[in-house]
């Protein structure tokens, strides 16, 4: 068994508490998101934190058959755990499997980029769509794959739930009891309300029917059946 810390006070504690409970597995301190090539191939990874982007250096030091276990993090859903198995060819597949937070991996945190909400520009409106349909794990599969870069947080309230929409460009939406508050040239609110019908009209699929294909480009997010492609992604250069 191997194990890869990057904060080395943790690295040195987790070594201390290892060795008083009896175990001696191999460790590094250093970054995870490069795996241990020395020691691989491994049939079993599993990362104890969140990524936005698998690691390809994780799915190249399976061997083929292998399984990849890890909570997934994007902008639209805070965290769902996928279980991924390698074939020979070097790409890894499976399926999601619940929903799980785990702090993300350092090297992939935003840098709180977005541009900020003007809201000299908000308009109210009524809405149809409640909000806490946005909130189980399919939907926000579904939604998260047709609207990239797109984050939802959510939060109870003496109304029901309330869900706030935001983009890079600042464009947002707000919405609780029936009521949206639009802000922006983007009108999130109609994208998220077109994404949710068309989620609906899928049969509301729950998120064990939602998969993940990662190859050396990048990743694919998939419905029922791996050439049922929703959402792809391709790696940035470097």
């Not at 769902?80 to 390698?86: D, N, Q, T």
């Not at 939907?139 to 983009?167: F, I, K, M, N």
């Given at each position: 068994?191997?194990?890869?810390?990057?904060?080395?006070?943790?690295?040195?504690?987790?070594?201390?508490?290892?060795?008083?409970?009896?175990?001696?597995?191999?460790?590094?301190?250093?970054?995870?998101?490069?795996?241990?090539?020395?020691?691989?191939?491994?049939?079993?990874?599993?990362?104890?934190?969140?990524?936005?982007?698998?690691?390809?250096?994780?799915v190249g030091q399976?061997?083929?058959?292998?399984?990849?276990?890890?909570?997934?993090?994007?902008?639209?859903?805070?965290?769902?755990?996928?279980?991924?198995?390698?074939?020979?060819?070097?790409?890894?597949?499976?399926?999601?499997?619940?929903?799980?937070?785990?702090?993300?991996?350092?090297?992939?945190?935003?840098?709180?980029?977005?541009?900020?909400?003007?809201?000299?520009?908000?308009?109210?409106?009524?809405?149809?769509?409640?909000?806490?349909?946005?909130?189980?794990l399919g939907a926000?599969?579904?939604?998260?794959?047709?609207?990239?870069?797109?984050?939802?947080?959510?939060?109870?309230?003496?109304?029901?739930?309330?869900?706030?929409?935001?983009?890079?460009?600042?464009?947002?939406?707000?919405?609780?009891?029936?009521?949206?508050?639009?802000?922006?040239?983007?009108?999130?609110?109609?994208?998220?309300?077109?994404?949710?019908?068309?989620?609906?009209?899928?049969?509301?699929?729950?998120?064990?029917?939602?998969?993940?294909?990662?190859?050396?480009?990048?990743?694919?997010?998939?419905?029922?059946?791996?050439?049922?492609?929703?959402?792809?992604?391709?790696?940035p250069e470097g």
């Amino acid at each position: 068994m191997h194990s890869i810390e990057l904060d080395p006070s943790l690295a040195r504690l987790a070594a201390q508490n290892l060795a008083r409970a009896g175990h001696a597995p191999r460790l590094r301190q250093g970054d995870g998101g490069r795996g241990w090539p020395e020691a691989a191939p491994f049939d079993r990874i599993v990362s104890t934190c969140a990524v936005r982007r698998v690691p390809y250096a994780w799915v190249g030091q399976l061997r083929p058959g292998g399984r990849l276990v890890l909570p997934l993090h994007r902008e639209f859903w805070s965290g769902a755990v996928v279980a991924l198995v390698r074939s020979p060819d070097g790409t890894a597949q499976g399926r999601f499997h619940g929903g799980a937070s785990y702090m993300l991996m350092r090297d992939q945190r935003g840098d709180g980029g977005e541009a900020d909400v003007d809201s000299s520009t908000a308009r109210a409106s009524a809405t149809d769509l409640d909000p806490a349909a946005l909130l189980s794990l399919g939907a926000a599969l579904y939604l998260g794959a047709r609207l990239p870069g797109v984050s939802l947080q959510h939060a109870g309230t003496e109304d029901g739930v309330r869900v706030w929409a935001r983009a890079a460009d600042g464009s947002a939406a707000t919405a609780a009891a029936g009521e949206v508050v639009r802000y922006g040239v983007r009108d999130l609110w109609s994208e998220i309300e077109a994404g949710h019908r068309a989620y609906v009209r899928e049969g509301a699929p729950t998120s064990d029917a939602f998969g993940l294909t990662v190859t050396a480009e990048g990743h694919e997010v998939w419905l029922h059946d791996p050439r049922n492609t929703i959402a792809r992604e391709f790696r940035p250069e470097g």
